[in-house]
């Protein structure tokens, strides 16, 4: 069985900083395509950073120069560390790995910017 599970999201100041985590069990993460995607309220879900099997990594423009997506084969575990947080970052953040027609997703972790 499947399992993708989010932690590490919280309230946090404008200009702050948070690390949010993606544990998997029963896949492999450096096999897949692992994504981080975003929804805030009344908006539809949005990529925010994917990280490709072969080490490849895409950022949304809105989130370029201040998040980060690592991946820690070790741990089988895949991080989005996001630096110089904006109230407009508020959202519920999900995990993602995808591969071929295979599609897998986390039950999300919300993060809130606000003072």
């Known amino acids: 069985q499947v399992q993708l599970v989010e932690s590490g999201g919280g309230l946090v100041q404008p200009g702050g900083s948070l690390r949010v985590s993606c544990a998997a069990s029963g896949i492999t993460v450096s096999l897949y395509r692992m994504g981080w995607h975003r929804q805030a309220p009344g908006k539809q879900r949005e990529l925010v950073a994917h990280i490709t099997s072969t080490g490849s990594i895409n950022y949304a423009d809105s989130v370029k120069g201040r998040f980060t997506i690592s991946r820690d084969n070790a741990k089988n575990t895949v991080y989005l560390q996001m630096d110089s947080l904006k109230p407009e970052d508020t959202a519920a953040y999900y995990c993602?790995?995808?591969?071929?027609?295979?599609?897998?997703w986390g039950q999300g972790t919300q993060v809130t910017v606000s003072s």
């Open positions: 993602r790995a995808d591969r071929y027609l295979v599609d897998y």
